[in-house]
Structure formats: C-alpha cells, structure tokens
C-alpha cells in the first residue's frame, strides 16, 4: 500500500483522551454534576466518561507515570497545554447553566475574530475546558 492510500485509512478519530488528575474524586464529581455524565467507567485509579464517541479518562497523577514513562507527568501548576472545546447552541445560556452548577468562568462569553462565540473554565484537574457556537 502506499502512503497515501494508508494515510485515509488512519486515523479516523481520537477514541480516548486521558486527563492526569490529584483529586480524582472531586474531579469525578465535577464531570458527573458540571456535564451531567454518568460515569461509563472506573477503577481505583480513574473514571471514564464517554462524550460522545470520545472517552475521557480521568487518570490519578501517582498511575500516569506508568503510563507516560519515560516522559514526565507534569503538575498543573505549570500551565495549560491544552484546552478541550465543547460545541453548544447558545454560549451564553450554556454560561449561566454553568455558573448555575458552581462553575467559574476563565473567560467569556467574548466574540472571537475567527468568527465564533467562546467561554472557557477549567476542572479542578486544571484541564481548559471551552464551549463555542
């Protein structure tokens, strides 16, 4: 097969993305009251939930080394690397239901140049979460 013909055939989506947390508790129970999930699954070191046909892991920090060796776990002290982006159809009324559910906003609701609306809060993970119409 050639390259381009694999390159089609891969990747086809991102199945899973795991989250290294301290608090895996209390960060369960923000996905579980903040987006409403239910857990789809966990053991002593994490919690699954499924947003659509992507699974979220919530990883313990202490488990993730095992799985990023050699590569170091960062604390979340230092800073953001990512920020996951969640499509609603009203920013603004998504705002305030979450501010209902005890969330703190980063920022937003603002108009962004590209053209769409955004607000952005973090879990107590430290993970950027944004929702964009």
Known sequence: MTAKANASAWPTGISAITLFVEDLRAT????E????LPVHYEDA?????EFGNTLIN???????HDLVAPAPVAA??????LQ???????VDAMCKELEARGVTLLNG???????IRTAGFKDPGGHIWEIAK
């Open 58 to 64: 919530l990883l313990e920090t202490a488990a993730a």
């Open 28 to 31: 369960k129970q923000f996905y």
């Open 45 to 49: 070191n994490s919690a699954v939930f």
């Open 84 to 90: 996951l982006t969640l499509p609603v159809d009203d």
């Open 109 to 115: 609701p603002t108009d962004r140049p590209w053209g």
């Open 33 to 36: 009251e903040v987006f409403g």
């Open 76 to 81: 979340p002290e230092h800073g953001s690397r």
